[in-house]
């Protein structure tokens, strides 16, 4: 019997670059690649059997997996992904899967927003494009301070490419002590002090229930008319009103940002005329060699699950 595969939100028009998807045809796997999101995702898909999930693309909650009957295996991009109910899915008889990820992409990506944010690329490079020449004066990041706002696998590398720019790094997390701090070449500090000591904030908590909105409207106003946020790890955990507010009033110095509240990002969405900002669609992730783990090891779940033998699997 065949088995019906959706690959979603392959944006890019790459998912083929990266593993040998037709070699599923030879286990009875039918496979179709959607380039672009989409509007009804319950209707589109209730007649497939697998599923593999970019990232947070496209959400899978409760009330969506009831809507697809036919559903038995979905894969996702990183093994952890909060648009997935792995609670629903397992309650289905949904197996879900994982892939492994780059460790680099989303930290380089961070430090690519903060100097483009220092040296006002973006504008700078529109200004020269017109014909113009220099309008702009950035800053240096050496230094000055970056607070790190979770120090985990991401957070750590970032605390190391501040001492490589000659910055002090502090950091705060929920359950972070002063010896995991210090091995990463930071200072362990009070999530307040964090905001009223940094000149950067970088954003590198995993979005829970409890880390939502963590950023609000006082953390912004400590770090300042001169400070500046980042956040590549997702737009919830900030405050999106009090963002736009900072930025539009001028208490908050400007913002670089890699994630929203809604993705992709609305076309009037005010964000993307708000002053002092650096913005990318949600790039963190999105690299060759990243991409080349997340679509092989997903061809290798779903090979495996057709045969018998599922890897990777995750559970609630």
């Known amino acids: 019997m065949v088995q019906r ?5 392959d944006y890019q028009a790459v998912a083929y670059d990266y593993a040998p998807w037709a070699e599923l045809g030879d286990d009875g796997v039918d496979v179709t690649v959607f380039t672009e999101p989409l509007a009804d995702a319950a209707a589109v898909l209730r007649d497939f ?6 990232r947070e693309r ?3 909650d409760a009330d969506r997996l009831r809507q697809l009957p036919k559903l038995k295996l979905l894969v996702t991009t990183g093994m952890a992904n909060a648009s997935i109910d792995l609670r629903a899915a397992g309650e289905q008889g949904i197996t879900v899967c994982g892939t492994g990820g780059s460790p680099s992409a ?5 430090w690519a927003l903060l100097l ?8 700078e490079d529109r200004r020269l494009r017109a014909g113009n020449w220099q309008g702009t004066v950035g800053f240096e990041l050496s230094g000055k301070t970056l607070g790190v706002l979770g120090l985990g696998n991401i957070g750590s590398k970032i605390a190391g490419y501040a001492k490589a720019f000659g910055m002090e790094a502090i950091a705060w997390s929920p359950n972070l002590t002063e010896e995991t701090a210090a091995a990463a070449g930071a200072r ?31 953390e912004l106003r400590l770090l300042g008319p001169e400070g500046v946020l980042v956040n590549t790890a997702r737009g919830p955990i900030v405050d999106e009103a009090a963002l736009l507010r900072g930025l539009n009033e001028g208490w908050l110095g400007g913002a670089a940002l890699d994630v929203y509240d809604v993705e992709p990002l609305p076309a009037d969405h005010p964000l993307l005329t708000a002053p002092r900002t650096v913005l990318t669609p949600h790039l963190g992730y999105v690299s060759s060699q990243s991409y080349a783990r997340f ?3 997903a061809f290798e779940d779903i ?4 045969r018998g033998n599922p890897v990777r699997v995750l559970s609630s």
């Open 5 to 9: 595969l959706a690959i979603l939100d």
């Open 49 to 54: 059997d697998i599923i593999m999930a970019m």
């Open 58 to 60: 496209t959400a899978f």
């Open 106 to 110: 989303a930290p380089e990506l961070t």
């Open 116 to 123: 483009a944010f220092a040296r006002k690329v973006p504008f």
């Open 188 to 218: 362990k500090v009070g999530k307040e002090a964090l905001f009223r000591e940094a000149d950067v904030v970088s954003v590198h908590v995993r979005l829970s229930e409890r880390s939502r909105g963590l950023v609000g409207a006082d």
């Open 295 to 297: 679509y092989g090891e």
């Open 303 to 306: 090979r495996a699950w057709v």
